[in-house]
């Protein structure tokens, strides 16, 4: 299935949740949360990244009928209050007091998570785990930790989130021992963070940089419900729900104003996960256990040698001339990734078989070829001895020129 018929089909599940009562019941209980500032929100992101719904002390237990839990750490905010200060002046009022007035100052606060607390159920409009196992699970979840840029961690969250892309530390964990359902799917809504929103330069002002929280959370989760439904895995039941909390309203206006950066995002990712699937299967015809290899792979030749720094390969074609090469930054990677990662990224053509050959014996070949191919254009260069006649014999003052000017 396609990432657009994928995306329209996301769009039409959450229309359809949008007008359900389920939604209706969740709203009414979300408009009890306070809609904190940008600089709290910032706050907050910095203290608890995993952090989902969050009220203070008493908000919990007078709207939620929740209470926080003992020994919970509390995530501390700026609250704005209001105070009654004298006016510095001779004025008073008609009774005689000093004249007052209201000002606002702002204090230390505290808040705390929905994970931190207990008590009634709050509404849900999805559920709590995916459930399932997924084929080729291992494989995927490989291919995702090959693909991100940032290391990936797995080990238990504290407060029950499920994953988190942190950006003062760019690494992406991901609560262990989940379903693999949940667990593909968290790993993958974790990488579109760390693609989409990762670490900044400071002053930048792009739009992923300008982007809120609700945008944020709609684009990651989009993102890995459309990777998730390619590879077979659906996530709708977990998905909507979580999409639709997130959004500002049944306009779907974060969803909209991201369709194109979520699917240009989940082909990104598709297109990574299968590149790298299919080079740890094409990787079996590549083991060795030397450091310099070679193959002949269709009518082309592959030389690939480990070097400090990573690996060095040469590509040549069918005549043994070099056709292209560079340089593979993958130090800790195993001889046979490589060359499968390099059969991938540039095409080479493996339908006609692959057989490994001598690496020094290649190199011998290329060599005299390239040198015949010098000799060849060095000749094609000297002038021949007709030529050098014709140039010493012609122009008016060729009857003054010399026959042993010419040198045969």
Not at 245 to 255: D, H, I, N, Q, T
Not at 378 to 399: C, M, W, Y
Request: charge should be negative; proline fraction near 1%.
């Amino acid at each position: 299935m396609e990432v657009k018929e994928i995306t329209e089909k996301l769009e039409q599940g959450l229309r359809d949740l949008f007008n359900s009562e389920k939604y209706k019941t969740y709203l009414t209980t979300m408009s009890k949360f306070h809609n904190y500032s940008f600089n709290n929100t910032l706050l907050i992101a910095m203290q608890r990244p995993d952090a989902s719904l969050v009220a203070g002390y008493g908000a919990w237990q007078k709207n939620f009928e929740r209470h926080v839990k003992k020994g919970a750490k509390g995530i501390k905010i700026i609250s704005p209050v209001k105070v009654k200060v004298e006016v510095d002046d001779d004025k008073t009022d008609k009774d005689g007091a000093k004249k007052t007035i209201e000002v606002t100052k702002f204090k230390v606060s505290t808040v705390f998570d929905v994970s931190d607390t207990e008590g009634k159920e709050l509404p849900k409009i999805g559920v709590d785990m995916l459930s399932g196992q997924v084929e080729k699970f291992n494989q995927l979840t490989k291919a995702v930790a090959d693909i991100s840029k940032v290391p990936i961690e797995y080990r238990d969250i504290e407060g029950g989130a499920k994953g988190f892309y942190s950006q003062k530390n760019n690494k992406i964990v991901v609560q262990k021992d989940m379903t693999q359902a949940q667990t593909l799917k968290t790993l993958i809504h974790e990488l579109a963070h760390s693609i989409l929103h990762g670490n900044l330069e400071k002053g930048d002002e792009s739009e992923a940089h300008k982007k809120d929280r609700r945008t944020k959370e709609v684009e990651a989760e989009s993102v890995a419900y459309a990777v998730c439904q390619h590879f077979g895995v659906d996530t709708s039941d977990y998905s909507f729900g979580y999409i639709a909390g997130w959004s500002s309203g049944k306009e779907m206006e974060e969803l909209k104003s991201s369709m194109q950066t979520i699917r240009r995002t989940a082909n990104e990712i598709i297109h990574g996960i299968e590149a790298e699937i299919r080079i740890e299967e094409n990787a079996k015809e590549f083991e060795t256990t030397n450091d310099e290899v070679a193959f002949k792979i269709g009518k082309e030749y592959l030389a690939v040698q480990k070097t400090d720094g990573g690996f060095d390969y040469t590509i040549y074609d069918e005549s043994k001339r070099v056709k292209d090469g560079g340089v593979i930054d993958r130090p800790n990677a195993s001889i046979a990734i490589v060359v499968a990662d390099i059969v991938v990224s540039e095409l080479m053509d493996t339908s006609a078989g692959v057989k490994k050959i001598d690496f020094d014996s290649l190199q011998e070949d290329a060599h005299y070829a390239a040198a015949y191919d010098m000799e060849n254009a060095i000749a094609d260069k000297k002038p021949s001895v007709l030529d050098q006649l014709k140039e010493k014999f012609t122009g008016k003052n060729h009857r003054e020129k010399k026959l042993d000017d010419v040198s045969l």
